[in-house]
Structure formats: structure tokens, C-alpha cells
């Protein structure tokens, strides 16, 4: 039965996409190759563009439309003549002293070995066993904790924040505090929403298996790889979260100009609830694919439905529900067909809508009810969520101060993305206040990345996103292998560079079009920095607009991050803090995370080396740096 006829494109579509290919190919062969940076492939950005789109965009300044296109092209001219040099490691290290650069060269060796990095909890606990608890801390300040970690609270880590700020390097506040989900969590009740339609739905399969692959990896802490969830005990466990990143807004709106502070939305409500509604996010959607299954050669903003048609078919498949009429009362007379952001759209009105909230249950033969298993409950959970997210953009705004929502495990992910969505709306009018993550080792980021810009252009809010490669690429692979479920991660670390690129060349066009969207490119990659800072200059986005902002972690990269600095680019530091004991968890995570980048590291240690050997040469072994 559903083996359904879908319903064809109009035609108008296809006239509209061959338009803007051969635009964007007029496009691509006026575009200069720079042979010192990493080429991503083409990517379909310019098919949503006319061309005379662009060249608009191309030649109005910032923030004025009627500057001539001269002044913009002189822009660019001077926007071109910004270089930064990677090499010099004088440069890199003027904020560090000796010991500093010392204790990087160690810890970046000890983090090449793989035994030190699969066992690293246990040899741990040996070494608290061994040296005592107060012993062992003072070992971590003096390595691993201090290279990577600012500080216990927001008061001791202010001297590195203003440091980092003479030095041109800005900070993203994260309390790093992380508890694993324990099994007794995992074994409740909760398990028994994880699938809300039977294993014939829509959607069903993935979010299922990789949550059970979770949970079977993590019967005891030491065996959870990169999870960073929060242990949910109840909803005041939820509001005391909550305090303590409105505490890390204060901190970082006190200590530093337009600032970032991080959050995690498995801290704001119940993770089980998250994962719920992830599965009903995903199979909604996977049932706008399948009706429209006929276009699969198209991007998914250009399918369509068309609404009679739809109409006629969801009444012979047994709904009663009129769509027709509330896709025409919420449109107008625009409403001849639907795409995915119209669909999506019912979602948010889910109260009202339920009777139009159906997906097909394969197995039954029939049609039914997507949020069948919600209870008044769990939506009440799901508003204090969002209420809780919603005080901290506002704590934010008040502050002056970025909230940057982290990504998480790919199972909750379209939950925690919808509810920042939610909020940008909000909170983003005027300017960008809330970030979203994407992750680009995921097969979905570029469509993620282009519905989520089409969304704000539509509901005209800023679109503010950070862009990363991903934390648990190889965690996940092996899940879905071992689980037997879809891959969502791309195959290989190439690959995900290529997704990585080909969503920030959307979005840096997007931003050289309007001047409202804001990314941050969050990448220790050096030939992903040469290519923004190229894009940057071909589109005349200038460091001051504070439109493309940098990110690295702190204690990595900082030959990257500094030179960047101080040339004028707004680069920010990733800074962690907590108690030692309790931190413990986010080191062993960034280990994990991290550990192809340090085996691979050769070149900052070469720079590390390069830099100690210049100051004992030249007299300056103990450089005190001065702000």
C-alpha cells in the first residue's frame, strides 16, 4: 500500500535550477584557483543565487547600499593585502613564556602515543591510587590540565582570558564539568520511547539502533567513548545546570569583550526526551522524502509537493486531516505546493495539528499518529527545556555576550538543533546572539546547514552558525557497523573536509549577499584557514565586520590562532574550566577526539622547538611575555 505514486516537481522548478546553473557556472570560470590552498569541490551554493544576486552583493559595502561598486571593489583591494603568516614562530608564541612552551612539546608528545590515549583513565586512577588525590591534581596543572584547562572557576581564569585579549585572542567560556549516562539511567523506562511507532515507521531503524549501540557501550564509565551528556536526576537538577551557565555568562561578559559562552542542551532537560524527539524530527522528515522520492536528484529545498495532489493521496491512505487549508490559511494564495521548510512547519504547531501529524506504520498497513506516545508530560518537559534555553539567550543578550550550543551525539542532535532554531528566532533579530553547530563529518551537514539559511531568510532573523568537523567520527562509524544501521558520518577524513568546505562556501556567500549571517570556522586545519581567508578576500568580507570569526581549543593550535589575532581577525579560544577531579572527564574526551590531530601535530612542535631554540640562542630563555 505504500508503495506511493508521489507527486512530480512543478515545472517551473526545473527552468528556475537550469537558470541558476548556468549562472553559477558564468561564475566558477571567472574564479582564480589559488594553488597554496586546499580546493574544495564545486558546490550548489549559486544555484539558490542569480547572478545578478551576487554581483549586488558584491557591490554594496557593508551595512550602506548606496556606496558605489568602486569603494567596494577598493575594499577588496585592501582587504587583499591581508596576509598571515603561519611560520613564524616568534609571532605564534609572544604570549607564551619557556615553561609554557616546554610543557606544550611534552603533552603534545604524550598525547602521539596510542597506549597513553585508549588508556588514559585507567592510567589515571592508577596515579591517584599511587601519588594521592592532592599530588595527582597538582601533576595535571603542571601537563595536561594546564595546557588545556584555564582554571577551577570563573574567578581564577580571568589572568589567561586578558591575556589571550592583549594578545588579539578572545574566549569561549565552556564549564567543562561532564558526567557519562550511567546504565541504571539508560535501562528505565525511558528506553521504551526510543522507537514511537513500531519497527515499520518511517525514520525507525537509526536513532533506534545507535541509541541501543550507546547504550550497550556505556555499562560503566570507563567504557563510554566521547559521550559528554549530562546525568539527568529531575528538573531542579536541570535549573542548578542552568545557574551555572548563566554564571559562565556573567564571567565571560565581565572578563572580556563580545565574548562566547558555551552550553549543552542535554544539561537543560532529559536527554531520553531529547532522543524522543530527534525520532519524530527525523521520521517527519524521512516521510517528506519518501512522498517526494520522484526528485531525488534535486537539493532539498527544491522538491516539492504539490497540495491538492497531497491532499487527495493522504485521504486515500486513510487521514482526515485537511491539508490543503492549513497550508493555504498559512500561506495565502501562494500555496499552490509545499517544500521541507512548509512541512516542517507543522511541527511547531503540533498542538494544533496533530490531526495532520501522521506517518505510515509499514508493518500495520496504515497510517498513525507521529506524537502518539508523547504525554502531557513530556511536553511539559520539552516547554521547561526550551524556557531554560530561552533565560539564557536572554542572560546572553543582557551581557553582551554570544551563547554558542554545542553539538552532541548524532541520536540527539535534530532535537537540540530544532530547539536552538527555536530561539534564534527570538533572540536573533537584530543581530546574531544564539550559535548553532554543525557538524560537517555528518552525510546531512550541507542540507542542515542551507534549510536552516533558507529558514532564517524567510522568518528574517540572522542566521549564526559554527562549523566543525565533528568529535566522534570514528566512535560513530564503529557503532554503525557493529549495530548494523546506516552510517549518518561521512567515510573518511577527506570527505568530511570537502563537506566542511562546501558549507562554509555557502555560508560565507551567504553573508557577503546580506551582511546578516555569522559563522564561526572552527578548525585547527590550516589549509581550512587559508580558504576562508581567501573566500574572504574574493567576497570583501573585511576582519572588521566581525562577520567570520576563528575558533580553536585552548593549549592546540596556536600557531594559528595568535598570528591570526594580531592581524586583525577575530579568533577565539575554546576555554574550558572546573575543579581538576571533575574536568577529568572532558580531558579524556578531548584525548580521544583529538588524537589523530596530535600524532599529526609535526609542524606546531617543529614551531615549539623552533621558537625554545631562538630565545636560548638569543639570550631570551626567560621571556616574561608583557600586556
Request: some cysteine; overall charge neutral.
Amino acid at each position: 500500500m505504500f508503495c506511493l505514486k508521489t507527486v512530480p516537481a512543478p515545472k517551473w522548478v526545473n527552468a528556475e535550477i537550469l537558470l541558476k546553473r548556468l549562472s553559477y557556472n558564468r561564475r566558477l570560470r571567472s574564479t582564480v584557483t589559488s594553488s597554496s590552498t586546499t580546493r574544495p569541490e564545486k558546490t550548489d551554493h549559486d544555484r539558490n543565487r542569480s547572478g545578478a544576486q551576487r554581483a549586488s552583493a558584491r557591490l554594496q559595502s557593508p551595512g550602506k547600499s548606496g556606496r558605489a561598486g568602486r569603494d567596494r571593489t577598493n575594499s577588496s583591494s585592501a582587504a587583499n593585502e591581508i596576509s598571515v603568516d603561519f611560520e613564524q614562530s616568534q609571532e605564534a608564541y609572544r604570549s607564551k613564556d619557556s615553561l609554557e612552551l616546554l610543557r606544550s612539546l611534552v603533552v603534545f608528545k604524550l598525547c602521539s602515543y596510542d597506549f597513553l590515549v585508549d588508556k588514559n583513565e585507567e592510567i589515571m586512577n592508577l596515579g591517584k591510587k599511587i601519588l594521592g588525590q592532592k599530588v595527582f591534581d597538582q601533576l595535571m596543572k603542571m601537563t595536561f590540565y594546564g595546557q588545556f584547562v584555564a582554571g577551577e572557576d570563573h574567578i581564577s581564569i580571568k589572568p589567561l582570558i586578558q591575556k589571550n585579549q592583549a594578545f588579539g585572542v578572545g574566549s569561549v567560556l565552556d564549564y567543562s564539568v561532564e558526567e557519562d549516562i550511567s546504565q541504571k539511567e539508560e535501562t528505565q523506562k525511558e528506553s521504551s520511547s526510543v522507537s514511537t511507532g513500531g519497527k515499520g515507521s518511517i525514520g525507525e531503524g537509526y536513532i533506534e539502533k545507535n541509541y541501543e549501540a550507546g547504550k550497550q557501550l556505556g555499562g560503566s564509565q570507563r567504557e563510554v567513548i566521547g559521550t559528554c551528556t549530562y546525568i539527568y536526576a529531575d528538573e531542579a537538577k536541570c535549573d542548578q545546570h542552568m545557574e551555572t551557565f548563566m554564571k559562565c555568562i556573567k564571567a565571560s561578559g565581565g572578563s572580556s569583550i563580545d565574548g562566547f559562552s558555551a552550553i549543552k542542551m542535554t544539561a537543560l532537560g532529559r536527554p531520553q526526551l531529547l532522543l524522543w524527539f530527534s525520532e519524530v524530527l527525523v521520521k517527519w522528515q524521512r516521510f517528506f522524502t519518501f512522498l517526494s522520492s520522484q526528485q531525488d536528484g534535486m537539493e532539498a529545498l527544491d522538491q516539492r509537493l504539490e497540495l491538492t495532489q497531497l491532499q487527495e493521496l493522504m485521504i486515500k491512505l486513510g487521514a482526515k486531516g485537511d491539508f490543503h487549508g492549513w497550508f493555504t490559511r498559512k500561506k495565502g494564495e501562494s500555496a499552490g505546493c509545499i517544500d521541507i521548510l512548509d512541512w516542517n512547519s507543522l511541527i511547531d504547531d503540533r498542538v494544533n495539528t496533530s490531526d495532520l501529524l501522521l506517518v505510515p506504520n509499514v508493518k500495520l498497513d496504515k497510517l498513525e499518529p507521529l506524537l502518539k506516545n508523547l504525554t502531557i508530560e513530556d511536553e511539559n518537559q520539552l516547554k521547561r527545556t526550551l524556557e531554560r534555553l530561552d533565560v539564557l539567550a536572554k542572560c546572553a543578550l543582557e551581557n553582551g555576550v554570544r551563547l554558542m550550543v554545542d553539538a552532541e551525539q548524532t541520536y540527539f542532535q535534530p532535537a537540540i538543533s530544532k530547539l536552538t532554531l527555536d530561539t534564534q528566532k527570538i533572540y536573533n533579530r537584530e543581530k546574531p546572539v544564539v550559535f548553532n553547530t554543525y557538524q560537517c563529518y555528518l552525510k546531512e551537514a550541507y542540507k542542515n546547514v542551507t534549510m536552516d539559511v533558507e529558514l532564517s531568510r524567510r522568518e528574517g532573523w540572522c542566521f549564526a552558525a559554527k562549523l566543525v568537523r565533528g568529535a566522534y567520527m570514528y566512535q560513530e562509524q564503529e557503532r554503525a557497523k557493529e549495530f548494523q544501521y546506516e552510517d549518518p558520518i561521512n567515510p573518511n577524513y577527506e570527505s568530511t573536509s570537502t563537506m566542511y568546505h562546501r558549507c562554509l562556501h555557502y555560508v560565507l556567500d551567504e553573508i557577503a549577499l546580506n551582511r546578516k549571517a555569522n559563522v564561526m570556522v572552527a578548525s585547527h586545519n590550516e589549509d581550512t584557514i587559508k580558504y576562508t581567508l581567501k573566500r574572504m578576500n574574493e567576497l570583501g568580507l573585511l576582519p572588521a565586520e566581525n562577520k567570520v570569526f576563528f575558533g580553536q581549543l585552548l593549549g592546540m593550535c596556536d600557531q594559528i590562532s595568535f598570528p591570526l589575532g594580531q592581524a586583525g581577525f577575530p579568533v577565539y579560544k575554546y576555554v574550558p574550566y572546573g575543579p581538576v577531579s571533575e574536568v577529568m572527564p572532558y580531558l579524556s574526551r578531548r584525548a580521544q577526539e583529538n588524537r589523530g590531530f596530535m600524532k599529526g601535530a609535526q609542524k606546531e612542535r617543529e614551531l615549539l622547538w623552533k621558537e625554545l631554540k631562538r630565545r636560548l640562542v638569543s639570550g631570551e630563555l626567560l621571556y616574561r611575555p608583557v600586556y
